[in-house]
T-cell receptor, first 110, second 115 residues
Framework: KNEVEQSPQNLTAQEGEFITINCSYS?????LHWLQQHPGGGIVSLFM???GKKKHGRLIATINIQEKHSSLHITASHPRDSAVYIC????????????FGKGTKLTVNP | DTGVSQDPRHKITKRGQNVTFRCDPI?????LYWYRQTLGQGPEFLTY????????KSRLLSDRFSAERPKGSFSTLEIQRTEQGDSAMYLC?????????????FGPGTRLLVL
């Protein structure tokens, strides 16, 4: 079974700050997903990456396959970035399902 | 709006009643997933379909739970004889192809409260 750990669990920042959220997993994977969940419950897929780095607007995701670690960065954070950020990986054995972390709750204050 | 819809958005029921949720995926997506999420936790996998075939079920999916995707389009998740522990957000997602190469698109979820 692939275990997923995220840190921190909660993060409060001031508008404009640089944010880093971390994700570690226990078993080698083919791809890792970063997801965003707003208070209403809806989940949006932000990134799927298997190596290196991806960038979309102010969001940057990196992954180190050897160290089994990924980070999600937000530059110039804004109150609308306030959400829960979740990383997810496939379990061991090539199953189609995802194993999710518990999420990091980000609050960006104006 | 991701293009995946779920109905109802909220459901309050009494213990012992049956409930049914519906998910309409993005039309060309052949894969459909059901997840359950409790407060403060990440989603947990319940089951997934490729077209109309249910290919994998979690041990979380007890005998009281059943899911169908009869024509490979919309899907239903039924919970029989609901228990208070079934209270959760039930999320549906769809994707075009293989999980590891395609993004999953999530619906808004159905929040179930069992009294």
């Amino acid at each position: 079974k692939n275990e997923v750990e995220q840190s921190p669990q909660n993060l409060t920042a001031q508008e404009g700050e640089f944010i880093t959220i971390n994700c570690s997993y226990s078993v080698g994977i083919s791809a890792l997903h970063w997801l965003q969940q707003h208070p209403g419950g809806g989940i949006v897929s932000l990134f799927m990456l298997s190596s290196g780095k991806k960038k979309h607007g102010r969001l940057i995701a990196t992954i180190n396959i050897q160290e089994k670690h990924s980070s999600l960065h937000i530059t110039a954070s804004h109150p609308r970035d306030s959400a829960v950020y979740i990383c997810a990986v496939p379990p061991q054995g090539g199953s189609e399902k995802l194993v999710f972390g518990k999420g990091t709750k980000l609050t960006v204050n104006p | 709006d991701t293009g995946v819809s779920q109905d109802p958005r909220h459901k309050i029921t009494k213990r012992g009643q049956n409930v049914t949720f519906r998910c309409d995926p993005i039309s060309e997506h052949n894969r459909l997933y059901w997840y359950r999420q409790t407060l403060g936790q990440g989603p947990e996998f319940l089951t997934y379909f490729q077209n109309e075939a249910q290919l994998e079920k979690s041990r979380l999916l007890s005998d009281r739970f059943s899911a169908e995707r009869p024509k490979g389009s919309f899907s239903t998740l039924e919970i029989q004889r609901t228990e208070q522990g079934d209270s959760a957000m039930y999320l549906c997602a769809s994707s075009l192809g293989v999980l590891f190469r395609e993004t999953q698109y999530f619906g808004p979820g159905t929040r179930l409260l069992v009294l």
